[in-house]
């Protein structure tokens, strides 16, 4: 069975600052996805960053980007310039590879609740 | 695109009656629908995995009588919880995934049903 695990409840960062969030999975398929999301207080999900396991190049996305460690089995996400806006609960979240139109089951981490200080 | 609604985005009810919780994909075919339930400052769990057209999947830990899943079209799935009782007071949020579309392996989140029993 595929764990994910978040060891940072919370962290905290100035306006502006570099922050990063840690992720660790453990899984024993090669074939597979990893997602950051985020979910602010109003509780929609937002999808904020996704690698393709099969893809060696780090994912970026503006002031995103993750450090995909398949060896390590390690995915951590690093928000550059934060902004007051990016304050949320950010989920760690592994899916196996399908086909067809079965499965897609999401493991999310425990969650890390960032906030973003003026 | 690929938009998840839900309704209610609220709902209060007594407890013993039984409360309807509507997820509908508003722009694309959902061949694969997902519940979760989330508990405040905790991660989602997954509660259930319904196909159009089959009979939903349950989670181990979750009473299938209790949380009555329907997946009758490619657009709409709903959640029943059944006799409420205030222990079943929580965070519902549905997912859709469109197993046969370019973003098969990503999840479309709705914003989620808060209900409060009495």
């Known amino acids: 069975a595929q764990t994910v695990t978040q060891s940072q409840p919370e962290m905290s960062v100035q306006e502006a600052e570099t922050v990063t969030l840690s992720c660790t999975y453990d899984?024993?398929?090669?074939?597979?996805?990893l997602f950051w999301y985020k979910q602010p207080p109003s509780r929609q999900m937002i999808l904020v960053i996704r690698q393709e396991a099969y893809k060696q190049q780090n994912a970026t996305e503006n002031r995103f980007s993750v450090n995909f460690q398949k060896a390590a089995k390690s995915f951590s996400l690093k928000i550059s310039d934060s902004q007051l806006g990016d304050t949320a609960m950010y989920f760690c979240a592994f899916m196996k590879h399908y086909l067809g139109n079965q499965g897609g089951k999401l493991i999310f981490g425990q969650g890390t609740e960032l906030s973003v200080k003026p | 695109g690929a938009v998840v609604s839900q309704h209610p985005s609220r709902v209060i009810c007594k407890s013993g009656t039984s409360v309807k919780i509507e997820c509908r994909s508003l722009?694309?075919?959902?061949?694969?629908m997902f519940w979760y339930r989330q508990f405040p400052k905790q991660s989602l769990m997954l509660m259930a995995t319904?196909?159009?057209?089959?009979?939903?999947?349950?989670e181990q830990g979750v009473e299938k009588d209790k949380f009555l899943i329907n997946h009758a079209s490619l657009t709409l799935s709903t959640l029943t919880v059944t006799s409420a009782h205030p222990e079943d007071s929580s965070f519902y949020i549905c997912s859709a995934r469109d197993g046969q579309g370019l973003s098969y392996n990503e999840q479309f989140f709705g914003p989620g049903t808060r209900l409060t029993v009495l």
């Open positions: 722009d694309f075919q959902a061949t694969t």
């Open positions: 319904s196909n159009e057209g089959s009979k939903a999947t349950y």
């Open positions: 899984t024993s398929e090669n074939n597979y996805y």
